[in-house]
């Protein structure tokens, strides 16, 4: 078995096509950062092809009530995770090396494997789970919608956000309204699913009209789009909380071109130089990256104060639910849709999340402000030590297993 649990990709989109044939159902559908770098893929357009405009085009084309932006999520994510990789360097609260949780794969091998770690695991939810939760709150109550109507849809390039969204610490609407059987999230369906769906309707990709995200949860910036690559997410935290330590915009160099974490290595790693203070970053991609850089670390004691892991190769740019890729050419298909996001990032006239209006709206009006009590209820979770899952082999003994030091012939 994956012990990712990514392997498997149980199709929910015949229960999305319901949900838009009910005339009573308000489907809301989010799409995540790197499903419009692959979409194009599945329908002739170049590796890298930045499609968003027409991957927004075809969900309305297909029925969806309003399409948001999972970007969106992702500067809110960067909101939480800058600040709470602060309150852990600066202030000292909370284990230190801070590691990202946007992955739902590396969190449940976490859970499953190096449980000593969950205390280093940010508690803030991934970037999809964030983009739920506030769009059956504040969304619904900005748009005079029944919560109870909404049926809230992602678009992943992931095939193991079909198991984060089942987590049950994963309903905080249900919190929040008071109301048990609602769901952040109902349904996931991945990119290749999304390309199916479009072509089984008949729509035409190459000719559907482009459009624009729903406003209140829409909103992007350089920040947000780069969150799909590897080395992204750690980018994205940097640039952020510069700011936030400094009370200064980032500069250019090395903030909005952090080099060192870029590009398709598998452990990449910088000092970043912040106020005085220099943070050592890690970026690691790939699960056998993952296991072998905690190894070495938990052997050498080496320190480090921030640590991006994503599971799959490339990021979530090369998620299990992208449009296959088969080696030799699958990295330099990987690169090019990296190369494409770097390139919308540089074009983009925001490149922080702390500059998108409608983030700087949602804490005005809504949250109150980053790790404040709102904050802390809707956007932040907890871990569960897995390790029991493993089990214990009990017909093998220190002395009969070959692997260990007490082995004996
Ligand atoms: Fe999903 Fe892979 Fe991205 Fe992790 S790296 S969130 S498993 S697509």
């Known amino acids: 078995a994956c012990p990712f ?18 005339p009573d159902k308000i489907v ?31 969900l309305r084309a297909l029925g969806a009530d309003y399409v948001v932006d999972t970007n969106f999520g992702a500067d809110l994510t960067i909101m939480e995770e800058a600040s709470e990789l602060i309150e852990r360097v600066i202030n000292g609260h909370g284990e230190l090396p801070q590691f990202t949780s946007c ?18 695991i940010s508690t803030t939810r ?63 369906i991945t990119t290749r699913e999304f390309a199916k769906w479009i072509r089984e309707s008949g729509v035409d990709f190459t000719q559907v009209e482009e459009s624009t995200m729903d406003k209140y949860i ?13 080395g992204g997410v750690m980018e994205a935290a940097m640039r952020s909380a510069y700011k936030f330590i400094t009370g200064n ?9 952090l080099q060192d974490v870029r590009g398709m290595e598998g452990v990449k790693e910088a000092d970043v130089e912040i106020g005085g203070k220099t943070l050592k970053v ?35 740019i090369g998620g299990g639910g992208q449009p296959r890729v088969k080696m030799p050419v699958a990295d330099k298909v990987k690169s090019a849709r990296i190369e494409g996001i770097y390139k919308a990032d540089a074009e983009m006239k925001l490149r922080s999340s702390y500059e998108n209006p409608e983030i700087k709206a949602i804490y005005e009006e809504f949250l109150g402000k980053p790790l404040g009590e709102r904050s802390e209820e809707l956007l932040h979770t907890h871990y569960t030590d897995r390790s029991a899952d493993l089990g214990v082999r009990k017909d093998v003994t220190p002395e009969t297993c070959p692997t260990s030091p007490k082995f004996k012939k």
């Not at 649990?5 to 009910?22: H, P, T």
């Not at 559908?29 to 893929?41: F, K, L, N, S």
């Not at 992955?103 to 280093?120: M, S």
């Open 103 to 120: 992955c739902p794969a590396w969190v449940k091998f976490a859970e499953t494997y190096y449980p000593e770690y969950l205390p280093n």
């Open 126 to 188: 991934s970037c999809i789970a964030m983009e739920a939760a506030v769009l059956k709150t504040y969304f619904a109550e900005k748009m005079k919608l029944d919560p109870e109507k909404i049926v809230s849809v992602s678009v992943a390039p992931c095939t193991a956000k079909k198991f984060e969204i089942r987590r049950p610490e994963q309903n905080k609407s249900a919190e929040y309204w008071g109301k048990e059987d609602l769901r952040d999230t109902d349904y996931c």
């Open 28 to 58: 809301v559908i989010q799409t995540a950062p790197a499903v419009r770098v692959g979409i194009g893929e599945e329908f002739g357009y170049e590796p890298g092809s930045f499609l968003e405009g027409k991957m927004i085009g075809a």
């Open 5 to 22: 649990d990514s392997m498997n990709e149980r199709s929910e989109l015949d229960q999305v096509k319901a949900a838009i044939a009910d």
């Open 218 to 230: 829409g909103a992007e910036t350089g920040g947000s789009v780069i969150f799909c690559n590897t």
């Open 282 to 316: 890690a970026v690691v991609h790939g699960g056998k990256n993952i296991r072998d850089f905690l190894d070495n670390m938990k052997a050498t004691g080496k320190k480090y104060d921030f640590i991006e892991m994503m599971a799959c190769r490339g990021g979530c």
């Open 249 to 257: 915009e980032p500069s250019p160099e090395p903030f909005t071109n």
